[in-house]
């Protein structure tokens, strides 16, 4: 039976039934997992390498923005299912991979492709990983690396948080991807158990927060989850998250025009992040076709919000986005045909 790379029980068990010598199966995982050497290379001098898995993902189309060096990676499953990675090539140089977690996602965000697509499937810890190894393996022939792994793909990580963590075990695990866990960022849109749980388990892996609003109507709307986990205990949680990890967490502030964004949300914003060890990101918003009614602040408004979170004490960055012309949302390219997948399945 084929054994998946990143089985090490597995592996040494098929090494020692074939009696390959251990220094096989480590370059073949050095070459693999951290030079990302093609496959064929990986496998020249492994005597098992026919009896390994090493994909669970089949890249079904590649998008390359014309504009500022990023790319859509559309992949699918096994199941048929369309899920997106994005790399972000920044200007400095430094390379950001942005992977999904799941195939659609139930939080249902007001603003956001994905949580409209109607589906939410779990991606297998394996699923996860495919997407830095294969991503890895396209930078590594343009002489790049992945430097940032980001969880802000399609899913709410912590929906699907057993294989988020086997995932973010194999990308540290000095044996197989050995990624610094101080380069991987988790996003949320609050779930304040599991940002305390994976805290605690990781404690050198960041941690983002999608807040967009501090008043209880306006984030229920934008994020309907919401109404299970209250402001009150994200706002708890973050304090023992900071409590462990003594560094920032990522606070995740999309910008909509005349919904979030005025002096009196920047002043309610800053007061309830009083005393909290945060780094406030500031986000354009991309429009969605399911959501017209939506519109982002313009670019001098969000300058402006920004400077009275600065002045309030706070560190704001406001972030640039990459690939507007290959699909500005996540999940849309995908939508569609998803959807159908799961019709002909049912």
């Known amino acids: 039976m084929p054994v998946s790379i990143y089985d090490s029980l597995g592996l040494d068990e098929l090494r020692r039934q074939q009696g390959v010598d251990p220094q096989a199966v480590r370059r073949l995982r050095t070459a693999l997992l951290k030079s990302f050497e093609l496959d064929e290379r990986a496998l020249a001098e492994c005597p098992v390498g026919e009896q390994l898995v090493l994909h669970t993902l089949r890249v079904d189309s590649q998008h390359d923005s014309q504009v500022d060096g990023a790319t859509k990676l559309l992949l699918r499953t096994h199941g048929g299912m ?160 900071n409590a462990l990890q ?32 945060v780094h406030v990101n500031l986000i354009p918003y991309n429009p969605i076709e399911d959501a017209p009614e939506l519109a982002g602040t313009d670019r001098a408004g969000r300058n402006e919000f920004a400077s009275r979170l600065k002045e309030a004490g706070l560190q704001t960055t406001i972030r640039y986005s990459l690939g507007a012309d290959i699909a500005a949302a996540c999940g849309q390219l995908v939508r569609r045909e998803n959807r159908a997948a799961t019709r002909v399945r049912t």
Request: charge should be negative.
């Open 82 to 241: 369309l899920l997106e990675s994005v790399i972000l090539r920044i200007a400095t140089g430094r390379t950001t991979l942005c992977v999904s977690s799941q195939v659609g996602c139930a939080a249902a965000c007001e603003f956001c492709a994905t949580g409209k697509m109607g589906i939410a499937q779990n991606l297998s810890a394996e699923e996860i990983l495919d997407q830095v190894l294969q991503s890895g393996q396209l930078l590594a022939g343009e002489g790049r690396r992945v430097r940032n792994i980001v969880f802000m793909g399609m899913g709410e990580p912590f929906h699907n948080e057993a294989n988020l963590y086997g995932a973010l075990e194999s990308l540290t695990a000095p044996e197989l991807f050995h990624h610094s866990p101080a380069k991987i960022l988790v996003s949320t849109v609050g779930i304040p158990d599991a940002m305390i749980r994976c805290a605690r388990r990781f404690p050198q892996v960041n941690l983002a927060l999608s807040l967009h609003s501090v008043k209880p109507q306006v984030r229920t709307r934008l994020v309907p989850l919401t109404a299970k986990y209250p402001l009150e205990d994200l706002r708890s949680a973050i304090v023992q998250v």
């Open 246 to 277: 003594q560094k920032p967490v990522m606070i995740e502030y999309l910008l909509l025009a005349g919904m979030n964004d005025s002096d009196e949300d920047a002043r309610e914003l800053a007061d309830w992040l009083s005393g909290l060890t």
